[in-house]
């Protein structure tokens, strides 16, 4: 927009006129493509990469805001920043997707077969699959999209199968029978992680097994009856009294009509229940330790999908476990033998994914020994060589890596890394290499892909290209991810970095808050209260969005979010705008001369920039020690407060005078630090500040905000004097405005003020009369109080407002009152906690110095405001 038509900038901000603008005009100029370039220090973040099955939710995009947060500054602070983006395959998520997908068109995935079923998930991935890259980018996030990765791309592919065959070569990958989670939904095992405990109102039905070669029984109790079917044993207590003479005896396993034997084992608590339990090997983690140290039999009673199988009696085989269930009980009723149900709460492990009961299952799969990997990344984290932000989750951390377990890496799936071994079809022998053996037609090759976290746990160092990247980029600087995932990705990327780089993956891990609604529930669909971000961006815009999330989300603790909180952003928005607009209007006839910059100063002018200045010293700090949401209040409280509620104020007088020179100086000075201002603003509300930044100057093509030069803190232009004596002119303005609005003096009324002070100086005077609307002022330090007069009491004077003519006398003696009311409870509070000797010997002493000033002067206060009182009684 040209100089001349200034006037024409809209009254209010409308971010759907800027966003889609300026996104495409970074994308344009690739103005955030990063290459290795030895001249600049790289700073590197690689983005959680979101599932191709996902959508835009308000996680992302508090994660999102705070990863363009960064890399946005350090960017403008000149480091060679890169971003970089991707998508995850996700193996059960997409595979369920495109499993649904295809019954619907009444295709079978097992008929059409393996190589068939995965084009159709490539197909699905190009149609649907980049959706939420597209909705990330209407939040403005300066990721390097040409450095765009996908965990099935071929360079990334080839990353995870080498891992594998690594570590395979290495003994630290196996495969064997194992108890593992099982999810019948999917047909895969899962993770300990990937299941999630609900605490369920169930029954615990107690079963009487008769005690061969005698008229005795053994009671046990249950929760699962269905897996009484596959029990091969009753384990006791050696020590248990009740139990001794049984040992080594047999009971006779009803239903099934098997014999199975009485054991001791230490395992078994005395004192839960009746002492004595059921013990089903291939479907229970207790069970099947107990069966390995006793040399149980193992008797699995399902199939893959939780439907009993051939090793149960004939009349219960492939029915649904539950409706299994539901007949051993009836049988055992209808034998005698259902001594009692007690209703029981119990916690059940679902799915994550599936959503339905988990299974203990034995099953063959492919395993990571983690001990040795365990070690090197829990000590780098000790060390403090990684630091976590909040630092508390470095305990969870700490106690999941001391007490990790071998990693189940297999899942019976077809979409994804499909595990690099072959068998050879005649001798069985095992080959396993990145490359398919040379007589394929011999081999064929395992059916299982890849644990999703065993291909993403590489993601720190494979999404760069060559040897020379991985140099100059890694290990990268800051992780930002939701704790949720500490363990299933954040621990396994340091130990990948550790492990095959040798380094760790990154330097800082920036934990997010979690996102709840205003009552303090976490979002979700089945509740109704996750709004559409993209609707939000729609009302609001990016800009409102993102401040909103961030301004909302102290580090650590979680966010309270509502869709109307984003009234904060958009005012936010609006104010910076009226601000911006003011000053290009004024440069309609306003000449702006960066020479005349530091000329015609006067002490608003030295507070502003020492406010400045001040603010990018706190600024820094706080976002050094990722504060991010204290970051944008010291921000905010600047743009807001400062700069627009008092500086724009204060010169309007000079940019309205009649000496040109003055004007010109006035209004360079003004924008200059308005742009400065928007840099320190940018990475929060990147769009605003860019229309803005763009309007203030002319601009070359290609020229941003977001690759400028962000400015730096001068100490030397800090002046305390400008500070205190602005602090000063402030409180007098302040307190006569209050005066006139509680006391109702309509604005168009004239009023006069009397102030009692030494310290008022003339050149003072003139902004009070222009920001306070006063027609005259009197300061003097041995003034009269004129007669029925408002009064109002600061550090260093007594202000007076003569009110005759203008409000009800009486209507002042209350608000008098109110206000020694006021201070007396609040002085009451100060004196409670400086009588704690607690308070007192523990708080830090600046603290406790502090409190004592507030108790002085509120005394002092106190006694002023009294004798006013008394005076206009």
């Not at 889609?20 to 990469?49: A, N």
């Not at 360079?155 to 570590?167: I, N, R, S, T």
């Not at 930002?480 to 995932?485: A, L, N, R, S, Y």
Request: hydrophobic share 35%; glycine share 4%.
């Amino acid at each position: 927009m040209s100089a001349k038509n200034f006037s024409d900038i809209p009254k209010a901000y409308n971010p759907s006129d800027v966003e889609d603008k300026w996104y495409k005009y970074w994308y344009d100029h690739e103005l955030y493509h990063s290459e290795v370039d030895y001249s600049k220090k790289p700073y590197v973040i690689p983005i959680p990469p979101p599932n191709i099955t996902g959508m835009l939710t308000m996680g992302h995009i508090l994660n999102n805001t705070l990863q363009d947060i960064f890399i946005r500054l350090k960017r403008m602070q000149g480091y060679n920043a890169c971003w970089v983006p991707g998508t995850d395959h996700a193996s059960i998520a997409t595979e369920t997707k495109v499993t649904k997908f295809l019954e619907e068109k009444g295709i079978d995935k097992y008929k059409i077969g393996r190589d068939e079923f995965l084009k159709h998930c490539q197909e699905w991935r190009k149609e649907y699959g980049g959706i939420i890259i597209q909705q990330l980018k209407k939040l403005g996030v300066s990721c390097d999209w040409r450095r765009e990765v996908f965990t099935m791309d071929d360079q990334y592919y080839y990353e995870v199968v080498k891992a594998f065959v690594d570590l395979y070569k290495e003994g630290k990958i196996y495969r064997g029978y194992r108890m593992v989670n099982w999810d019948p939904a999917n047909k895969s095992a899962i993770s300990d992680e990937e299941v999630i405990y609900k605490t369920v109102n169930s029954k615990l039905w107690h079963f009487k097994y008769p005690v061969v070669g005698s008229d005795q029984f053994v009671i046990v109790a249950t929760t699962r009856p269905e897996t009484m079917l596959g029990d091969t044993a009753v384990a006791v207590n050696p020590e248990d009294e009740r139990y001794k003479h049984l040992i080594g005896k047999k009971v006779k396993l009803p239903v099934v009509e098997r014999e199975i034997p009485i054991i001791a084992d230490e395992y078994v608590d005395m004192e839960f229940g009746t002492g004595a339990v059921k013990v089903t090997p291939a479907h229970d983690v207790n069970d099947y330790d107990m069966g390995i140290r006793h040399k149980l039999q193992f008797i699995n009673i399902f199939n893959d999908d939780a439907t009993t199988n051939k090793n149960v009696p004939g009349w219960l085989q492939n029915q649904d476990r539950y409706e299994v269930r539901k007949k051993v009980v009836a049988k055992f009723e209808e034998l005698g033998l259902l001594h009692k149900i007690e209703d029981y709460q119990t916690k059940v492990g679902y799915s994550e994914r599936g959503n339905v009961p988990i299974e203990p299952y034995l099953s063959e799969q492919w395993f990571m020994k983690m001990d040795e990997l365990a070690k090197p990344a829990t000590d780098v984290v000790k060390e403090g060589l990684i630091r976590f932000y909040p630092k508390h989750w470095e305990k969870t951390y700490f106690h999941w890596m001391e007490n990790i377990k071998d990693w189940c890496i297999s899942r019976q799936l077809w979409w994804g890394h499909r595990i690099p071994v072959w068998y050879h079809k005649q001798t069985n022998e095992i080959y396993c290499d990145v490359n398919p053996p040379k007589d394929i037609e011999n081999w064929k090759q395992d059916e299982d892909v890849l644990d999703t976290w065993a291909s993403s746990w590489l993601w720190a160092h494979a999404i760069f290209r060559t040897e020379e990247e991985r140099k100059y980029y890694y290990p990268t600087n800051t992780l930002v991810t939701g704790p949720d995932i500490i363990f299933f990705w954040v621990a396994r990327m340091i130990m990948a970095g550790m492990h095959f780089m040798k380094n760790i993956p990154f330097r800082n891990v920036y934990f997010t808050s979690i996102i709840r609604d205003a009552q303090g529930r976490k979002m979700s669909k089945s509740l109704g209260n996750s709004p559409d971000p993209l609707d939000v961006i729609k009302e609001y815009g990016a800009d409102a969005l993102r401040f909103t999330v961030i301004y909302l989300a102290p580090l650590g603790q979680d966010v309270l979010f509502s869709t109307d909180k984003c009234e904060l952003g958009r005012n936010f928005s609006n104010k910076i705008w009226n601000a911006g607009r003011f000053l290009l209007m004024n440069k309609e006839s306003i000449k702006t001369d960066p020479a005349l910059s530091s000329k015609h100063q006067d002490f608003a002018d030295e507070w502003i920039i020492s406010r400045l200045n001040k603010t990018l010293i706190q600024f820094n700090k706080a976002m050094d020690e990722f504060e991010v949401n204290n970051a944008i209040k010291i921000v905010y409280s600047f743009l807001w407060n400062d700069y627009c509620d008092w500086y724009v104020e204060m010169i309007k007088g000079r940019l309205y005078g009649d000496n040109d020179e003055v004007k010109s100086a006035v209004l360079t000075r003004a924008i200059s630090i308005f742009e400065d201002a928007l840099k320190i603003l940018h990475p929060f509300m990147p769009f605003l500040t860019e229309e803005l930044w763009q309007l203030t100057n002319e601009r070359e093509k290609g020229e941003s905000i977001s690759v400028s030069e962000f400015p730096e803190a001068d100490e030397k232009m800090i002046h305390e004097s400008a500070e205190k004596e602005m602090e000063f002119v402030k409180d007098i303005i302040t307190s006569i405005r209050n005066i006139r609005g509680e006391m109702n003096i309509a604005p168009s009324k004239k009023i006069n003020a009397f102030i009692k002070s030494a310290s008022v100086k003339d050149h003072q005077i003139d902004y009070i009369k222009k920001l306070a609307k006063v027609e005259d002022v009197t300061a003097d330090m041995n003034l009269t109080k004129p007669k029925a007069s408002a009064s109002a009491v600061i550090s260093e004077c007594e202000i007076f407002i003569p009110l005759e003519g203008l409000i009800d006398l009486e209507v002042e003696r209350q608000r008098l009152q109110k206000e020694i009311n006021r201070l007396e409870n609040s002085l009451a509070g100060i004196e409670k906690k400086l009588s704690n000797e607690k308070f007192v010997s523990n708080a830090a002493p600046e603290i406790v110095e502090k409190e004592r000033t507030k108790q002085k002067d509120w005394l002092e206060n106190i006694g002023k405001l009294k004798e006013i009182l008394k005076n206009l009684n």
